[in-house]
């Protein structure tokens, strides 16, 4: 299975992206998917993430800000972002887990200027 994220850009603060992560698979086999995202010089860290049973989780600095959602007939996963904050600045990549398998997809910059 290969997902493909995309949708980053340079965008200035306050304004909005909206992130996809197209699923060459049918994203039914997955139980949990989200996003991760890598800034320069810092750690990974989680971002939001959704189960299939519909519970989404968020990261404290994006709560409020980001959506996540899952298409289950587009076997896309997206990440909507609105009021962005240069802090948001990073390679964003999105993942997928079943129950005996874990994918990654490549990551889409974004920037965030002030």
């Known amino acids: 299975v290969q997902l493909q994220a995309s949708g980053g850009g340079l965008v200035q603060a306050g304004g909005s992206l909206r992130l996809s992560c197209a699923a060459s698979a049918s994203i039914s086999r997955f139980t949990v998917m989200g996003w991760y995202r890598q800034a320069p010089g810092k750690q990974r860290e989680f971002v939001a993430s959704s189960s299939t049973s519909g519970n989404a989780n968020y990261a404290d600095s994006v709560k409020g800000r980001f959506t996540i959602s899952v298409t289950n007939t587009e076997n896309t996963l997206y990440l909507q972002m609105n009021s962005l904050k240069p802090e948001d600045t990073a390679v964003y990549s999105c993942?997928?887990?079943?129950?005996?398998?874990?994918?990654w997809g490549q990551g889409t910059q974004v920037t965030v200027s002030s």
């Open positions: 993942y997928a887990t079943g129950s005996l398998e874990n994918y």
